[in-house]
C-alpha cells in the first residue's frame, strides 16, 4: 500500500561555492534548532576530511560505493566518488580546477578559482550524489543566507525527533529525496556534522551513506593536486551522465491481462509498454469509487505532454450496469476505460492478478512494468496518487 512521500529533487556533488565565507549580504532565514547549530559547526571548521561508505538496493542486493570530501578553507577542495557508476573526480587546490569523469574517460580544467568566485565546474552535467550538495551548502555557508535550492531546503527541513546509532546520539531531519523518496539526515548530537544520510521507499530504506569525519587536522600531502590517466581526453563540456536510479527494482512485475475496451474490441495492458501505468479498479455501485475518479482526472488532466496512461477498470461489476453508467458519465473524463468480463467466474484480474481484495485500489505501474504503489481508498484531500507518480519521474502540474 502506499504511503505519503516527498517531493524529489536531485542533489548533485558540485563545487562547494565560496568556502571561506558567504559573499552575499542578506537576511538570514528563520532555521529550525538543529540546522542553526549545524551552520555554527561547519563554519568553525578549518580542514575538513569525510569518507563516506554508500549502499543502493538493486533487485535486493547492495551496491556499494566511496566518496571522499575533503576541504580547507579559504578554497580547497577535493571531491572523489568511487563505484556504482559514479567515478568523478573535483579537485580544486586554490588555483585551478579540475573535474574528471572516469566512466566517460573525460576531464574539464578552469584555469581559474571558480570556488571562490561563485561558479559551478558541474554546469550542465549531471553527477548523481546524495550528499555532494549538502555538504557543500554547509561547508560554503549558503545554509546561513539560503541563496540555493538545497540552502532553502534544508532550512525548511522538519526536524523528525532524535535515534541513536552506534551508541551516538542523533538529530534526524526530513528532506525531499529524488524519485518521491523520503530522505533523512543524522546529526551527530556531539559536533553536529552529518554520520548518516538514508533515502527510503514505503519506509524500506533503498540507499544509505555513512560518514566517518575528521576535522581540523593535517591532511595528507597533495590531497588537492591530482591528475588524470593518460588516456583521458580533455574536453570543453563534460557530457551528461545517466541518473543513478534509487527506486528499488525488485518491485513485483505488473501482470498482462485483456479486458474488454469501451468501443468494443481487446484491451492489454502490454499494449502500454514503455509508458506510466495508472490502473484504476472501480465499479459501479462503489460510492468512494465515483468520489476518487474526479481526481484521478484532475491529476491525469496534470499531466499532459507525459509518458502516462491512466485506465479505470471496471471489476466486479454486472456488464449492463457498465453500459449504463458509461454513457453517463463518459464526457466528464479523458482516460481509458475498461471491463473485465471475468468480473465475476474466479479469474478476475483485480483479485487474481493484483490481488486486490477492496476498491476503489489505484496501481501505479512504471515504465519498466513493475508494479510501484497500491493505493487503497480515497480521502477528501488525498495525495497519494501525485506522489507516487513523481517516484516514476511523472509531475502533476
Known sequence: MSQPSLRNFVILPVAMIGIASCLVAQTPPKQGGTVSKMVSAYRSIHTFSDSVSTVRTVDEKPVRGSMQVSAQRPNQFLLEIKGDKMNTLIANDGVSTLTYLADRKAYLKSHSAPLLMGNDPLAGTDVPLLSGKILSAFLSNTVRDGSTPVAKMLNSAPELGTATIGGVNMHVLGFEGPEGLSGKIYISDADYLIRKVTLSQADKVVYEETHTVTTNEALPAGTFNRTVPANASLVLNLPKMDPIQFIDT????????????????????????????????????????????????????????????????????????????????KSEYTFKFAFDTNAKNGRDIAKKLYGVDGIPTTVVIDKEGRVVDKIVGFAEGDTRLEKSLKKVGINVN
Open 250 to 329: 525488485s518491485a513485483e512485475k505488473a501482470a498482462d491481462f485483456t479486458a474488454e475496451a469501451l468501443h468494443g474490441g481487446s484491451l492489454h495492458l502490454s499494449d502500454f509498454k514503455g509508458k506510466v501505468v495508472v490502473l484504476d479498479f472501480w465499479a459501479t455501485w462503489c460510492v468512494p469509487c465515483q468520489k476518487s475518479m474526479p481526481h484521478i482526472e484532475q491529476v491525469y488532466r496534470g499531466t499532459k505532454g507525459q509518458d502516462i496512461v491512466v485506465l479505470g477498470l471496471c471489476v466486479w461489476d454486472d456488464h449492463d450496469a457498465y453500459d449504463q453508467w458509461m454513457p453517463e458519465h
